[in-house]
């Protein structure tokens, strides 16, 4: 299997290291668990049908200490007890921004109620930058398709 592009997008651009370090270092800022930045981004990837994204975020909850039950659940996450109920909103979270409603507004009053009865402010701008976070490498994963389970500093090799 190899890549779609010959070359790493981001060596072709190199200034956009600057964004995606400023992303790491945000969603890395201590508010909101590693773990639940991964599962979110996770279901990002499931819902974008990425490969590549599900894999790397599967590697991330493996070396945060998530185990397989919760990892293989994460699509059916509203019927699996392996969540907190942090987690579940967080889930709940991404799933509204990156899936259409039928109900309308995407993010309703309630779900937002919800997820900012468990997150602080920080931590929760900290989960919306996860998704942002995730949905910036979104189109480097779909049209470029770096080959998942490559180490995550070389997909392209």
């Given at each position: 299997?190899a890549?779609?592009?010959d070359?790493?997008?981001?060596?072709l651009v190199?200034?956009?290291?600057?964004?995606s370090?400023?992303?790491?270092?945000v969603?890395?800022n201590?508010?909101?668990?590693?773990?639940?930045i991964?599962?979110?981004?996770?279901?990002a990837?499931q819902?974008v049908?990425?490969?590549?994204l599900?894999?790397l975020?599967?590697?991330?909850?493996?070396k945060?200490?998530a185990?397989?039950?919760q990892?293989?659940?994460?699509?059916?996450?509203?019927?699996?007890?392996?969540?907190?109920a942090a987690?579940?909103?967080?889930?709940?979270?991404?799933?509204a921004?990156l899936?259409?409603?039928?109900?309308?507004e995407?993010?309703?009053?309630?779900l937002?109620?919800?997820?900012?009865g468990?997150?602080?402010?920080?931590a929760?701008a900290?989960?919306?930058?996860?998704?942002g976070?995730?949905n910036f490498?979104?189109?480097?994963?779909?049209v470029?398709k770096p080959?998942?389970?490559?180490p995550?500093?070389a997909?392209w090799?």
């Amino acid at each position: 299997m190899a890549p779609r592009m010959d070359e790493d997008p981001a060596r072709l651009v190199p200034e956009v290291a600057e964004v995606s370090a400023a992303l790491f270092k945000v969603t890395g800022n201590g508010s909101v668990p590693r773990s639940t930045i991964s599962l979110v981004q996770l279901r990002a990837g499931q819902i974008v049908g990425s490969t590549y994204l599900t894999v790397l975020h599967t590697g991330f909850l493996r070396k945060a200490g998530a185990s397989e039950e919760q990892i293989t659940s994460v699509a059916s996450w509203q019927d699996s007890p392996y969540f907190s109920a942090a987690e579940r909103a967080a889930l709940a979270l991404v799933e509204a921004v990156l899936q259409p409603s039928a109900q309308g507004e995407r993010v309703p009053d309630a779900l937002y109620a919800e997820v900012a009865g468990h997150y602080e402010p920080k931590a929760l701008a900290t989960l919306m930058f996860a998704i942002g976070q995730v949905n910036f490498f979104v189109p480097v994963a779909l049209v470029a398709k770096p080959v998942p389970g490559r180490p995550f500093t070389a997909p392209w090799k």
